[in-house]
């Protein structure tokens, strides 16, 4: 049976909610206080890039089953359950989160709350908010304690949120009242029906899951990006290393990938606001190895950049360096905290001439660094290059031909940042390449054809290969 449904906040998190619970069959309406993107998601278009997402939208406000709105007091007659949405950003100067956008929704959905309803939080927050949220809503509401809180953590993945939100992989509700259990029950009705695993557990519980879910992922990427700085220190491969771990079944081999490290609207800051919560709640000590993973991932960045100075004998200065990707993982625009745009703009302040290209966001990222130059296709950005640095893994990217790319770079220098190349064919198609915690490869094609491919004269050491001009 069909609920009618709010979603306060229509970024990231809300566009993709609305849309998902329209498919579920509900009627939904979304809420935001930007005018102009109520606007373009009223004309079935997406504010932002995720696979899937513009078709159902479209597909659903022109069923009149989707519909936008800025008016709170519309949203508290429409909704049976308001699920809440806004976003947790990162306090400026501090690691906690910040919760103004999570009180300034409820305080404008609130007083106009006449009867029973249910406030389901999605957003990500510190535990113990959704008990001070209740007691806020409780003060403020004319249907006063007749109207409940839950949480319903969200578990999306950027590039598969559709997928995520339809098909999720669990679902945890956080209730205070069975009843409120039975209502979040009817709204994924269809979800339920195949099997999706449910965990109904307190309020508390609820708020920890996706900091502790994302926390371990930090930990275990972090994790095999400080194996990797072992193995540079040693001369081993951490991408063997890491194929090696994955075959044990107590660690597995997802997220078990050493490169530039996370990045990204979500885990970045959900450490940080998880280390602030736990020393406020006097746990510090349980969370200190958290500061160590976000530090090991901030090295990431910086070792890129050490590699790119390696290839171009210790300074930036006056090169030109392609950087490939923008965004902070592939099939997405985000570039918030974005590793690859970090090393990009680092490069740049260091003095040299970065032209960055990304199939999605180089609009995203002009907004938050103009002063890169941006690049429409790859073969743009890498023209003339005196390095390329492959910095968010795009099958775009993953996919080039190095002996075509070597035709238009000024010299075959390339760091592998994610560690999706295959280093050996690179090195025979007369490239110089670095990868996160690999040894460098040689080439093994003959030497006649090494001097063909890199340019130089005969007869030419070996070693000049790595800086040899391509033309």
Known sequence: MALRITVIGTGYLGAVHAAGMAELGHDVLGVDVDEH??????DGRAPFFEPGLEPLLAEHVGSGRLRFTTSFSEAAEFGDVHFLCVGTPQQPGSGGADLRYVHAAIDALAPHLHRPALIAGKSTVPVGTAEQLAARVAAAAPAGEDVHVAWNPEFLREGFAVEDTLRPDRLVFGIRDAVDAAVLERVYASVLQVATPLVVTDLPTAELVKVAANSFLATKISFINAMAEVCEAAGADVVQLSQALAHDER????????????????????????????????????LNFLREVDEVNMRRRTRVVDLVRSLLGGSVLGSKIAVLG????????????????????TLHLAGAQVVVHDPQANANAAARFPTLTYSPTTADAVAGADVIVLATEWEEFTSLDPSHLGQQVAYRRIVDARNVLDPQRWADAGWAYRGMGRPAPTATIPAPMQRLIAGASWPAPATQLSAAPTH
Request: charged share 25%; aromatic share 6%.
């Open 326 to 345: 923008a965004a902070f993982k592939p099939n997405t625009d985000d570039v918030r905290d974005s590793p690859a745009l970090n090393v990009a703009a």
């Open 251 to 286: 660690i597995g081999g997802k997220f078990l990938k050493a490169g530039l490290g996370f990045g990204g609207g979500c885990l970045p800051k959900d450490i940080r606001a998880f280390t602030a919560r736990a020393g406020e709640l006097g746990a510090h000590e349980a």
């Open 37 to 42: 993107k109520v606007a373009t998601l009223n």
